[in-house]
């Protein structure tokens, strides 16, 4: 006999090609890979040639219901980062990259929403990301389209009350979804209900009260919201 019931898991609306619903995805664990866009790296002072991809995750619990998203009193200075999401069918443990893009169910948009001031003061004292990256309602999440990895011709993009201030493609990663999800295969066992999000381009910015995004990939569901 359980002791106790947990929250139910957040869940992502699925919908088929022609835009009908089709299911929901319930979130189990979300990763995230860190500068997989040579821009972004650069635009953070880093050297993409240089450096390995590397991982951090975010609680369930930032996956926030939306379309008006809260911010947290605790920072004045958080950013968008737009990036695809990838939702996982299928266990992976050191899997190759056919395998890897095997078990993705379904493909979106989403919001690494980051804490940039709490984030700068956690490098500089060498400490972790969680509140920077994992506070409550930090990964909204538009719909999944059903099925595998998007044609990484795709644009994506961001705009921030019309204007547009990420933009880039997918081919522009530096680990492709296969290759990401393989390596990230080979230090955790992924799981069904696991949300991997990829990375995002250059033009990541602050995020004020009022403001109304849009996150699109072509082919994707886009993801309306606004900052409550
Ligand atoms: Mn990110």
Redesign the pocket.
């Known amino acids: 006999m359980d002791l106790l019931t947990l929250p139910e898991a957040p869940r992502l609306p699925v919908l088929d090609a022609a835009g009908a619903e089709v299911g929901t995805f319930p979130v189990g664990r979300i990763f ?3 500068r997989n866009y040579g821009d972004h790296a650069r635009e953070m002072g880093h050297d993409p040639d240089r450096e390995p991809p590397f991982f951090f995750s975010k609680p369930v619990s930032a996956v926030a219901p939306g379309p008006v998203y809260g911010l947290p009193g605790f920072s004045g200075d958080i950013h968008h ?1 737009v ?1 695809l999401i990838l939702a996982l069918q299928a266990r992976l443990d050191h899997a190759d990259e056919a395998e890897a893009l095997a078990a993705v169910t379904g493909a979106g948009v989403g919001l ?1 929403l ?1 804490a940039r001031d709490i984030q700068a003061e956690a490098k500089a004292l060498g400490r972790p990301w969680l509140v920077a990256k994992g506070f409550d309602g930090a990964a909204p999440c538009g719909a999944l389209r059903q099925g595998g990895v998007p044609a990484l011709s795709a644009p994506i993009s961001l705009a921030v009350n019309g204007e547009v201030r990420q933009q880039g493609t997918l081919d522009q990663m530096l680990w492709p979804p296969g290759a990401l999800l393989a390596k990230l295969s080979t230090l955790f066992v992924l799981q069904p209900g696991d949300l991997i ?1 990829t ?2 381009p250059a033009g990541v910015g602050p995020l004020r009260a009022g403001d109304r995004f849009e996150g699109k990939i072509a082919g994707l569901p886009t993801l309306y919201g606004a900052i409550g």
Do not use: I, L, Q, S
């Open positions: 995230c890979v860190g980062e990036e690494d980051t999000f990375g995002t």
